[in-house]
């Protein structure tokens, strides 16, 4: 990534940080203190997930996606608060990356997952 495509976004009242060699991570300045770049502690694994698109999703929706991938059912049912305005990859992701990048949006809209040890899942609000 060039200076002048950083320079420029900052300029706008963007933050970007480089997460690794596959994420981007581009917030309004005033969250970049919520940014904590995770990617270098993944696993290895295969691409298997194909380019992922969402425009004005609900949080909602990205649990749902993220269930389907971590193949966790989730505990409780209450409905998941925030949006996620725009998110888009261009590379394929194994699904250990793609569940990051999904748990980055559902951070960011104040909820995270908490693993529970029967192959399920609770969301719970507040950021990590």
Not at 43 to 65: F, H, K, Q
Not at 70 to 95: M, N, W
Request: aromatic share 8%; proline share 4%.
């Amino acid at each position: 990534m060039t200076d002048v495509f950083v320079k420029c976004l900052n300029e706008r009242g963007a933050f970007v940080v480089v997460d690794g060699e596959k994420f981007l991570q581009v917030v309004p300045s005033a969250m970049k203190e919520a940014i904590s770049p995770r990617s270098k502690d993944l696993p290895l694994s295969t691409a298997e997930i194909g380019a992922m698109r969402l425009v004005n999703a609900d949080a909602s929706t990205v649990v749902d996606i993220y269930g389907s991938l971590s193949e966790r059912r989730r505990k409780g049912s209450g409905l998941v608060a925030g949006t996620v305005p725009y998110f888009h990859t261009v590379q394929s992701l194994s699904k250990p990356e793609a569940r990051y990048a999904l748990e980055i949006l559902l951070d960011w809209n104040g909820s995270r997952i908490v693993f529970d040890n029967d192959d399920t899942f609770s969301i719970v609000r507040g950021s990590r």
